[in-house]
């Protein structure tokens, strides 16, 4: 490769340039045909070996050029971290100190508006019951106004339903049966098993290669 120094590129454009070459070169050589007699062969792992060199050189390039930056970086969380894990931990005290409180007064507010509504129910089904039953004019006023007043009672209850509790709900998934939840997500997740289960099967074929149910270990051999 060109060295690089003064008035010269920077490694990025000088290792461009040495690797465009040699994709030159190796054009060249391939246009004869295939490999066919040892000269050729030669020739192609001559450039097999620079293109290998090309690319180990390019990376450490590429690398001493990143570290200052990865340097500064890895400076920049080693400095704010504890301060954000300082802030977060005094938001999970707070929290842990406030949640007991608003979940007994959630529990209150539920009540409230449950005995609200059974009010309101009770009141209403006595109103229509009187409706129905009087053709008193007196008595049917006075059903009327209940039924406004099981309204605003009813009213009332979606009220404290609607009113802001200060509590955040959130789930988590409790597997009570293993295999049931694995066949569920296979089914509606193939892609994702198919490619843990190569993964781990590529992490086989590179190891001890033992029997594998479903998995077959085929040796592939390429030019190095």
Known sequence: M????HNNPPPDAAFGLHIDELFSLLSDTLAGGEVDNDDKELAIDA?????HKASKDADKARATEKKPHDDA??????KWKPIIDKAD????????????YR?????????ASRKAR???EAIERAAQDALRQSEDLEARFQAEQELEVAAKLKAAANKIDRAATGLRTTWDAEITDRKAALLH???KFPERFEALIQQMANEDARGARGTVPGVIFVEVRRAA
């Open 118 to 120: 059974e009010e309101a």
């Open 103 to 111: 979940t007994a007064k959630q529990r209150a507010k539920e009540e």
């Open 185 to 187: 997500y296979l089914g």
């Open 89 to 100: 931990a005094g938001k999970r005290a707070c929290s842990d100190a406030l949640t007991p």
């Open 2 to 5: 060109h060295e690089t120094g």
């Open 73 to 78: 970086a890895k400076a920049v969380q080693i």
């Open 47 to 51: 450039l097999f070996d620079d293109f």
